[in-house]
């Protein structure tokens, strides 16, 4: 039996999380299909674009993503603080932005005169929409279901699209989240489409580069490194974005195959920082999403989730230390 979402997905062990869509047909979600000839590139363009649309309404951030042939992978920060500052009136009107609103809602906005109950009534259904918009399960539903039925136009067909139930992973560390973001950032040149992380269409990776060629944020804001020397500013992955760049370089040099089981000295500091030995590096930005299932950490992260849970454990292999 599948586990509840909400025992996956708790913001108060972690605001990180793995996300994983798939496409339940043959079809392609994106690429070229070499049986019928037909291209659906485009379709990249529609998920990134959707994407960075849903940030700017919830409360969660992403960290790292890459769109693929017949899946995508998503790395979200849940950001409870920001929508716990929101008042009623940014929680509607980010709402609205999705959905048309109920009638009372209408009237509330119209300035029209509420009953007690009524705004007791508002009151409730604002802190409802509230949950909904830093929950990852109603993202990934708006993401996918939008994605579908483009699709299914397109393809002129019903029926499922997606995959039941999207997958998740717990971060629950900084070198579950570091690792995982290589993973993510890295899956094009593992499937050979592309040689090297600039030239990798659809990534975090590439929007990263692009942003730091450009000398100024773009369209695709995603969750920036603010560096140890900025641990303070209120929300961002304490790492600084060369050292991450410099990271994703070394760890796609290692992946390829004349040179497994080599890591540059160079991010030997950011290694030992985090406290992981070279080979479990290696293996876990190569096949992270099959080593791990629902939750990712060191041993200490895992026993805590377990017990946050209540379950005995969690079945994977723990990141080690080199010490």
């Given at each position: 039996?599948?586990?509840?979402?909400?025992?996956?997905?708790?913001?108060?062990?972690?605001?990180?999380?793995?996300?994983?869509?798939?496409?339940?047909?043959?079809?392609?979600?994106?690429?070229?299909?070499?049986?019928?000839?037909?291209?659906?590139e485009h379709?990249?363009?529609?998920?990134?674009?959707?994407?960075?649309?849903?940030?700017?309404?919830?409360?969660?951030?992403?960290?790292?993503?890459?769109i693929m042939?017949?899946?995508?992978?998503?790395?979200?920060?849940?950001?409870?603080?920001?929508?716990?500052?929101?008042?009623?009136?940014?929680?509607?009107?980010?709402?609205?932005?999705?959905?048309?609103?109920?009638?009372?809602?209408?009237?509330?906005?119209?300035?029209?005169?509420?009953?007690?109950?009524?705004?007791?009534?508002?009151?409730?259904?604002?802190?409802?929409?509230?949950?909904?918009?830093?929950?990852?399960?109603?993202?990934?539903?708006?993401?996918?279901?939008?994605?579908?039925?483009?699709?299914?136009?397109?393809?002129?067909?019903?029926?499922?699209?997606?995959?039941?139930?999207?997958?998740?992973?717990?971060?629950?560390?900084?070198?579950?989240?570091?690792?995982?973001?290589?993973?993510?950032?890295?899956?094009?040149?593992?499937?050979?489409?592309?040689?090297?992380?600039?030239?990798?269409?659809?990534?975090?990776?590439?929007?990263?580069?692009?942003?730091?060629?450009?000398?100024?944020?773009?369209?695709?804001?995603?969750?920036?490194?603010?560096?140890?020397?900025?641990?303070?500013?209120?929300?961002?992955?304490?790492?600084?974005?060369?050292?991450?760049?410099?990271?994703?370089?070394?760890?796609g040099r290692?992946?390829?195959?004349?040179?497994?089981?080599?890591?540059?000295?160079?991010?030997?500091?950011?290694?030992?920082?985090?406290?992981?030995?070279?080979?479990?590096?290696?293996?876990?930005?190569?096949?992270?999403?099959?080593?791990?299932?629902?939750?990712?950490?060191?041993?200490?992260?895992?026993?805590?989730?377990?017990?946050?849970?209540?379950?005995?454990?969690?079945?994977?292999?723990?990141?080690?230390?080199?010490?």
């Amino acid at each position: 039996m599948t586990t509840a979402r909400r025992q996956l997905i708790d913001a108060d062990s972690t605001p990180y999380y793995h996300c994983i869509s798939r496409c339940v047909r043959r079809a392609f979600l994106c690429g070229v299909d070499d049986i019928s000839g037909n291209c659906y590139e485009h379709r990249r363009g529609w998920i990134e674009d959707k994407l960075f649309e849903l940030q700017q309404i919830f409360a969660i951030d992403i960290a790292a993503y890459s769109i693929m042939s017949n899946h995508f992978h998503l790395i979200l920060h849940i950001d409870k603080q920001q929508a716990l500052a929101w008042s009623i009136d940014e929680v509607l009107d980010r709402w609205l932005k999705l959905f048309k609103g109920s009638a009372l809602i209408q009237r509330y906005r119209r300035g029209d005169k509420l009953s007690e109950a009524e705004a007791a009534m508002l009151s409730a259904v604002a802190e409802e929409y509230r949950e909904r918009l830093m929950s990852i399960s109603w993202w990934m539903r708006l993401l996918n279901e939008s994605i579908a039925r483009k699709a299914n136009a397109e393809d002129n067909c019903k029926g499922h699209f997606w995959e039941s139930r999207f997958k998740s992973q717990a971060l629950l560390d900084e070198a579950a989240l570091l690792s995982c973001m290589a993973y993510v950032d890295l899956n094009p040149i593992r499937t050979k489409l592309a040689k090297t992380p600039e030239t990798s269409d659809f990534t975090s990776v590439k929007a990263r580069i692009q942003q730091v060629l450009k000398g100024r944020k773009t369209n695709k804001s995603l969750l920036p490194f603010i560096g140890n020397e900025h641990i303070n500013q209120a929300k961002g992955i304490a790492f600084s974005l060369e050292d991450y760049l410099t990271l994703v370089d070394q760890t796609g040099r290692v992946i390829r195959e004349d040179k497994r089981g080599f890591i540059d000295n160079q991010c030997a500091s950011i290694l030992n920082r985090l406290g992981l030995d070279e080979e479990t590096w290696l293996a876990n930005t190569q096949h992270f999403h099959t080593r791990f299932k629902c939750v990712a950490g060191n041993q200490a992260a895992m026993q805590q989730a377990a017990e946050h849970f209540d379950k005995r454990w969690f079945q994977t292999p723990l990141l080690r230390s080199s010490t």
